[in-house]
C-alpha cells in the first residue's frame, strides 16, 4: 500500500524556522512526483513546493527564497525547510504524491496519495 507520513510543523514566532518531513512506503518516492500543499480556514488548497522525479524543483511566489525541498532517497523521504515564517504562513501542510508519474501537476486534485496533514502556526 502506497502511504505517506508525515511529521514536524507545529507553534513558532514569526522569522522562524520549521521541518516537515514526508517518509513514503510501498514505492519508490525519488523516481516520482512529492509536492508540497497548504490550506488556511476558508482558502483554496494552494501548491506550494513541487520536485520532480527528475529533481527539477518548483517553488511558488509566496515562499520562494523561504522555502526549500530536499530528498533523502536511500530514507524514502521528502522535507521542506521552511525559514523566514510569517503569520500569513499558518496553515495545514500536506504532502502528496503521484506514484506513477515523475511529472508534478499544479492542480491538488491530480494527486492519489496524501500525508495525513500537519498544522503550522506563526505568531507574531
Known amino acids: 500500500q502506497e502511504k505517506l507520513e508525515q511529521s514536524g510543523g507545529g507553534s513558532v514566532q514569526a522569522g522562524g524556522s520549521l521541518r516537515l518531513s514526508c517518509v513514503a512506503s510501498g514505492y519508490r518516492a525519488s523516481d516520482s512526483c512529492m509536492a508540497w500543499f497548504r490550506q488556511s480556514p476558508g482558502k483554496h488548497r494552494e501548491g506550494i513546493v513541487f520536485?520532480?522525479?527528475?529533481?527539477?524543483?518548483d517553488v511558488d511566489d509566496s515562499v520562494k527564497g523561504r522555502f526549500t525541498v530536499s530528498r533523502a532517497s536511500a530514507e524514502n523521504t521528502a522535507y521542506l525547510q521552511m525559514n523566514d515564517l510569517k503569520p500569513e504562513d499558518t496553515a495545514m501542510y500536506y504532502c502528496a504524491a503521484q506514484s506513477w508519474s515523475w511529472v508534478c501537476p499544479p492542480d491538488w486534485t491530480r494527486y492519489s496519495i496524501w500525508g495525513q496533514g500537519t498544522r503550522v502556526t506563526v505568531s507574531s
Open positions: 520536485i520532480s522525479g527528475n529533481g527539477k524543483i
